[in-house]
């Protein structure tokens, strides 16, 4: 069993699209994120939501919006596609909002904008 | 600010040579330390962990890492890495949410 993971695991669009990305956990955490690779491999968090409540926003533009309908789930819904939205999108999830625990990642999602 | 600092960002090894990989941090109160390894097109794994208690943590695959408080430094080692070693490897850290290095490219030629 998947432990996090992300629908689709390619997605290849054109620019000004909507386009969303789904994220799901079946380990019990309470707690998730969403963290945007580039193509420097750098990891930047974007968002977390702690038992659907949003609780890190980062500086993200407002067209990417996070949707958190249970604590088991959280997608990721961008507007207007942008060429620079093109990176791998990493959901990941924690047993609740105390760091020290770690977090567990999904495959990732690769976003390519054309 | 808070951050975390890889300095070595390619690291070019043969098998059977011993790997060491440069991590800095820079905030006080607790410290939460990782090492997350990305092998080519997968998702990050965690390698080992450090929140408090031996400085000398072991992890999988024959990973260590020692934490330094006075050098701020958490470094990983391997003795003898082999050529499936061959990944990115993430240094991370932080109180409230985890952030990462940029990340060090290791590649381990036979």
């Known amino acids: 069993d998947t432990a996090v993971s992300q629908t689709p695991k390619y997605l290849v669009t054109q620019m000004g699209n909507d386009k969303s990305i789904k994220c799901e956990q079946n380990?019990?955490?309470?707690?998730m994120y969403w963290y945007k690779q580039d193509s420097k491999k750098f990891l930047k968090i974007m968002f977390s939501y702690n038992n659907k409540e949003l609780i890190i926003n980062e500086t993200v533009p407002n067209r990417f919006s996070p949707k958190s309908p249970d604590k088991a789930h959280l997608n990721l819904h961008i507007n207007s596609l942008e060429l620079g939205d093109s990176a791998v999108y990493f959901c990941?999830?924690?047993?609740?909002?105390?760091?020290?625990?770690?977090?567990?990642f999904g495959s990732g999602t690769r976003l390519t904008v054309v | 600010a808070q951050s975390v600092s890889q300095h070595n960002h390619h690291v070019i090894l043969s098998e059977a040579a011993s790997l060491e990989l440069g991590c800095n941090y820079s905030?006080?109160?607790?410290?939460?330390l990782f090492w997350y390894v990305q092998y080519p097109g997968q998702h990050l794994q965690l390698l080992l962990k450090?929140?408090?208690?031996?400085?000398l943590v072991k992890g999988i695959k024959g990973f260590e890492a020692e934490f330094i408080k006075s050098k701020f430094s958490f470094n990983l080692r391997k003795p003898s890495v082999q050529w499936s070693d061959t990944a990115e490897y993430f240094c991370a850290g932080n109180t409230d949410k985890l952030i990462f290095g940029t990340g060090t490219r290791l590649q381990v030629f036979p």
């Open positions: 905030y006080g109160g607790t410290v939460n």
């Open positions: 380990l019990g955490h309470d707690t």
């Open positions: 990941a999830s924690s047993p609740d909002r105390v760091v020290n625990y770690g977090y567990t």
């Open positions: 450090y929140f408090s208690g031996d400085p």
